[in-house]
C-alpha cells in the first residue's frame, strides 16, 4: 500500500500549528513553575533550571557580642547562615574581595585571634580567646547550591488575600452575562440580516463592518456620558453591573454580528425552504435549525468574549468602579502587587491566577474555535 505524500503546503501548515502551540505552551508553562518557586529561586536561575540546584552567592552578617557564649577559654558565635532555609555551602570567604577564598569545613583565620569555620549545611562558628566587642557582627560571604523545591506558598498567599474571593466573584458576574448577552442578540440580528429582506439591510452590514475598526478608548467616554445621563433620568445609578454588561454588549457586538452573519448566510438554502413550507415561521426555523447548526459559531465568539471580558481592567474600573465591594479580579491583583512591588512570586501566582478560568474555557470550547472562525471568514451572502 503506498502511502500519500505531504504536500509543501501541507507541510508548512503543519509547521506553523506546531510553531504556534510551542510559542503558546511554552511561555505558559514557565509561568506554571515560576509561580510554584520562592523569590529567593526566581532571582537566582530561570525557570528552566528549577530542577536542578541553583548557585547563589550572598552575605549573612553574623551576630553582634550580645550572642556570644564562653566555652571554656573561649567566646562563641554560632549559627546557620541560612536561618532554616536549606542549601549547601560550597565556598566561603570574610572580604567581599575574595568571596570564595575558603572551602567548607576550612577555618579562616581573623584578627586577634579570632577565628570562622563554616560547614557545608550552612553552621557557623565564630571563636575567640576573649570576648567580642563592637555593635557589629561579622561578615561571612558564601557561595550555596540551593536544591530545587516547589510549594503553593504564593498560592495561598495570593487566595488569602483580602477581597480576592469577592474579586473573584465580581469577574464571573461580569464576564458570564457579556458573553451571553452579546451572542443572544448577535443571532437574531446575524439571521435577520442573512435570511430576512428588509430595506436598508445592506447599509446596515456596512455600518457593522465599520464598527469593527473603532477602537474601544475612543468611544468609552462618549458611551459612559451617554450612559450616566440616560441613568440620570431614570434613576438608575451610575456604577452597576447592568452598565458594564450594556458596555461590553456594545463594544462586543459589531464583531459577533459580522461573524455570525456570514456563518448563518452559508447554511443551506434548501433547509430554509423546506421549512418555509411546512410552514415553519422564522422564529421558529431560527430557534430548532440556525442556532444548532450555528453552534461552532456562537462557541468561537463565546471564547473570544470570554477571554476579553474575564482579563478587562478599563471598562470595568470606568463603569463598574474601584471600591472593595466592585473591584474585579485584575484590579484587586493589581492592587495586591502595587503593595508588594518587589515580590515577583506574587507577580507570576496572581498571573496564573487569572487564567486559570479562561484556560478552562478555551480548552472546553477550542475544537469549534477554528471551524467557526473559518466558517464566519470565507461564507457569504
Same mark, same amino acid.
Given at each position: 500500500?503506498?502511502?500519500?505524500?505531504?504536500?509543501?503546503?501541507?507541510?508548512?501548515?503543519?509547521?506553523?500549528?506546531?510553531? =504556534?502551540? #510551542?510559542?503558546?505552551? #511554552?511561555?505558559?508553562?514557565?509561568?506554571?513553575?515560576?509561580?510554584?518557586?520562592?523569590?529567593?529561586?526566581?532571582?537566582?536561575?530561570?525557570?528552566?533550571?528549577?530542577?536542578?540546584?541553583?548557585? %547563589?552567592?550572598?552575605?549573612?552578617?553574623?551576630?553582634?557580642?550580645?550572642? !556570644?557564649?564562653?566555652?571554656?577559654?573561649?567566646?562563641?558565635?554560632?549559627?546557620?547562615?541560612?536561618?532554616?532555609?536549606?542549601?549547601?555551602?560550597?565556598?566561603?570567604?570574610?572580604?567581599?574581595?575574595?568571596?570564595?577564598?575558603?572551602?567548607?569545613?576550612?577555618?579562616?583565620?581573623?584578627?586577634?585571634?579570632?577565628?570562622?569555620?563554616?560547614?557545608?549545611?550552612?553552621?557557623?562558628?565564630?571563636?575567640? +580567646?576573649?570576648?567580642?566587642?563592637?555593635?557589629?557582627?561579622?561578615?561571612? $560571604?558564601?557561595?550555596?547550591?540551593?536544591?530545587?523545591?516547589?510549594?503553593?506558598?504564593?498560592?495561598?498567599?495570593?487566595?488569602?488575600?483580602?477581597?480576592?474571593?469577592?474579586?473573584?466573584?465580581?469577574?464571573?458576574?461580569? /464576564?458570564?452575562?457579556?458573553?451571553?448577552?452579546?451572542?443572544?442578540?448577535?443571532?437574531?440580528?446575524?439571521? /435577520?440580516? /442573512?435570511?430576512?429582506?428588509?430595506?436598508?439591510?445592506?447599509?446596515?452590514?456596512?455600518?457593522? #463592518?465599520?464598527?469593527?475598526?473603532?477602537? =474601544? !478608548?475612543?468611544?468609552?467616554?462618549?458611551?459612559?456620558?451617554?450612559?450616566?445621563?440616560?441613568?440620570?433620568?431614570?434613576?438608575?445609578?451610575?456604577?452597576?453591573? =447592568?452598565?458594564?454588561?450594556?458596555?461590553?454588549?456594545?463594544?462586543?457586538? +459589531?464583531?459577533?454580528?459580522?461573524?455570525? %452573519?456570514?456563518?448563518?448566510?452559508? =447554511?443551506?438554502?434548501?433547509?430554509?425552504?423546506?421549512?418555509?413550507?411546512?410552514?415553519?415561521?422564522? $422564529?421558529?426555523?431560527?430557534?430548532?435549525? #440556525?442556532?444548532?447548526?450555528?453552534?461552532?459559531?456562537?462557541?468561537?465568539?463565546?471564547?473570544? !468574549?470570554?477571554?476579553?471580558?474575564?482579563?478587562?481592567?478599563?471598562?470595568?474600573?470606568?463603569?463598574?468602579?474601584?471600591?472593595?465591594?466592585?473591584?474585579?479580579?485584575?484590579?484587586?491583583?493589581?492592587?495586591?502587587?502595587?503593595?508588594?512591588?518587589?515580590?515577583?512570586?506574587?507577580?507570576?501566582?496572581?498571573?496564573?491566577?487569572?487564567?486559570?478560568?479562561?484556560?478552562?474555557?478555551? $480548552?472546553?470550547?477550542?475544537?469549534?474555535?477554528? %471551524?467557526?472562525?473559518?466558517?464566519?471568514?470565507?461564507?457569504?451572502?
Amino acid at each position: 500500500m503506498r502511502t500519500r505524500a505531504l504536500s509543501p503546503l501541507s507541510i508548512a501548515v503543519h509547521l506553523s500549528v506546531l510553531v =504556534l502551540v #510551542v510559542l503558546w505552551t #511554552v511561555p505558559t508553562a514557565g509561568l506554571l513553575i515560576s509561580s510554584l518557586r520562592d523569590k529567593e529561586q526566581i532571582s537566582a536561575s530561570g525557570w528552566w533550571t528549577a530542577l536542578t540546584s541553583a548557585s %547563589r552567592k550572598d552575605i549573612f552578617r553574623a551576630p553582634g557580642p550580645e550572642a !556570644q557564649k564562653q566555652e571554656g577559654a573561649e567566646w562563641v558565635i554560632s549559627g546557620n547562615i541560612f536561618n532554616g532555609g536549606s542549601g549547601h555551602v560550597s565556598a566561603f570567604g570574610t572580604s567581599s574581595l575574595k568571596p570564595e577564598e575558603f572551602t567548607p569545613g576550612a577555618t579562616a583565620e581573623l584578627k586577634d585571634g579570632q577565628k570562622l569555620t563554616v560547614s557545608e549545611t550552612g553552621d557557623f562558628r565564630l571563636t575567640s +580567646p576573649q570576648s567580642f566587642e563592637g555593635s557589629r557582627g561579622q561578615r561571612i $560571604f558564601y557561595t550555596a547550591l540551593t536544591p530545587p523545591r516547589f510549594s503553593f506558598d504564593n498560592y495561598r498567599t495570593v487566595l488569602t488575600a483580602e477581597g480576592i474571593g469577592q474579586s473573584f466573584l465580581n469577574s464571573l458576574t461580569v /464576564a458570564v452575562p457579556s458573553t451571553i448577552i452579546p451572542i443572544l442578540v448577535a443571532a437574531f440580528a446575524a439571521y /435577520a440580516l /442573512a435570511w430576512m429582506k428588509f430595506p436598508g439591510r445592506s447599509l446596515l452590514i456596512a455600518a457593522i #463592518v465599520g464598527l469593527l475598526v473603532v477602537p =474601544l !478608548q475612543m468611544s468609552l467616554i462618549p458611551l459612559l456620558k451617554m450612559y450616566n445621563g440616560v441613568g440620570a433620568f431614570f434613576g438608575v445609578p451610575s456604577k452597576t453591573y =447592568l452598565g458594564i454588561w450594556l458596555a461590553h454588549m456594545g463594544f462586543g457586538l +459589531p464583531l459577533a454580528i459580522y461573524l455570525l %452573519r456570514n456563518y448563518i448566510a452559508g =447554511l443551506p438554502k434548501e433547509i430554509m425552504e423546506s421549512a418555509r413550507v411546512d410552514g415553519a415561521t422564522d $422564529f421558529e426555523i431560527f430557534v430548532k435549525i #440556525v442556532l444548532p447548526l450555528s453552534y461552532p459559531a456562537l462557541a468561537s465568539f463565546a471564547i473570544f !468574549q470570554f477571554l476579553w471580558t474575564w482579563n478587562d481592567l478599563l471598562v470595568a474600573m470606568v463603569f463598574l468602579g474601584t471600591g472593595n465591594e466592585e473591584l474585579v479580579l485584575t484590579g484587586r491583583l493589581v492592587n495586591l502587587l502595587g503593595s508588594r512591588g518587589a515580590n515577583w512570586e506574587i507577580l507570576t501566582a496572581s498571573a496564573f491566577i487569572t487564567i486559570i478560568v479562561p484556560l478552562l474555557v478555551f $480548552f472546553t470550547l477550542q475544537r469549534y474555535l477554528v %471551524r467557526g472562525l473559518l466558517a464566519g471568514s470565507v461564507k457569504g451572502g
